[in-house]
């Protein structure tokens, strides 16, 4: 058994007698946190790697978006191996990105049309957000911005752990959370 004053916030080392109070903890007081205490551990991905998971982003979310009216709304999808290093190389110096060391769960936001455009710089592809019918006007879109409200992209980078026979299995997914419409655009 662990000892129970084991558990202990990896940012200010307070300890704990449960997970159930450092969550508690760590969600008043860190709940914003950005940083990563076992960065170190985690190598930094080539440019190779990168565009590796880049390229499965766009494909997978292209084939979320659609022309029919089924193609509207809440959609998500996952990557199911993911490493993190390539999520925090991504987005660790993203405003809206934060990391809860309690879950080894990290979070990035992106909104409007601000977060639209530096998904465009991260993703090196303009053209991330939409695809257009070939034979007609008609785009499906991630919905980031409209006449009355912004909407957000969200990614989460989560991991499951499995214990079996004294060996630990780790599973690293991403997660991508946002909005989707359709509608008939005319040429600029
Ligand atoms: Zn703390």
Redesign the pocket.
């Known amino acids: 058994m662990e000892n129970p004053l084991s558990i202990c ?1 990896k ?2 080392f ?1 300890a704990f007698t449960t997970y159930q109070k450092l969550f508690v ?2 969600r008043n ?2 709940s914003h946190n950005k940083t990563i205490p076992h960065f170190y551990s985690l190598p930094r991905p080539t440019s190779e790697q990168m565009s590796q998971y880049i390229n499965s982003f766009i494909v997978l979310i292209k084939k979320k978006l659609g022309f029919s009216r089924h193609a509207i709304g809440k959609k998500r999808f996952s990557i199911e191996t993911f490493p993190e290093n390539i999520f925090v190389y991504l987005f660790k110096d993203e405003e809206k990105f934060k990391y809860s060391p309690a879950k080894h769960k990290y979070q990035c936001y992106f909104g409007g049309l601000t977060g639209e455009n530096r998904l465009k710089q991260i993703l090196h592809y303009d053209q991330w957000s939409f695809r257009q019918n070939p034979l007609t006007n008609t785009k499906g879109y991630v919905l980031l911005e409209d006449y009355e409200n912004t909407y957000q992209v969200k990614f989460i980078w989560s991991q499951t752990v499995l214990l079996e026979n004294n060996r630990k299995f780790t599973l690293g997914r991403m997660t991508c959370n946002f909005i989707t419409d359709s509608g008939e655009f005319q040429e600029k």
């Open positions: 916030c940012l200010c307070k903890h760590e007081k860190h």
